[in-house]
């Protein structure tokens, strides 16, 4: 996994409208721009230029289906995307921690000193 790929990915989930495609390509199976359409507030190609980028980082592919695409969510995909955040979560979550156990530390340091005097 190269940074770049990551950030990639990243970049492409940070999106609200993209993480609503997502959702609904997830609620209602394979979908076309078109269809995406209509439960969205932008034009058909504002979508499909959304799709290629989740196409880009493997959240989506795109089968032909006449004149146009159906796309899915690769699951496989997904699965590692939600990886990455929860890891990306707990490290959060231990510095976090730590910067809790510093603040209470200076805190009692602090109160020592105050009461000392």
């Keep these: 996994m190269t940074t770049a790929v990551d950030d ?3 970049s492409a989930i940070g999106d609200p409208t993209r993480r ?7 609620a209602e199976g394979d ?12 034009t058909r190609q504002a979508i ?3 799709l290629g980028v ?4 493997g959240l989506v592919h795109a089968t032909a289906a006449g004149r146009e695409k159906r796309y899915r969510v690769d699951e496989a995909q997904l699965a590692r995307a939600v990886a990455q955040l929860s890891s ?8 976090l921690r730590r910067i ?7 805190a009692r340091s602090t109160d020592q000193r105050s009461t000392q005097q």
């Design 8 to 10: 990639d990915l990243w």
């Design 20 to 26: 609503r495609m997502l959702d609904l390509l997830l």
């Design 31 to 42: 979908s076309t721009a078109t269809s995406l359409s209509e439960h969205l507030p932008m």
């Design 48 to 50: 499909a230029k959304h």
């Design 54 to 57: 989740l196409d880009r980082v």
């Design 88 to 95: 990306v979560g707990a490290m959060w979550d231990a510095r």
């Design 100 to 106: 809790k156990r510093i603040a209470e530390s200076i």
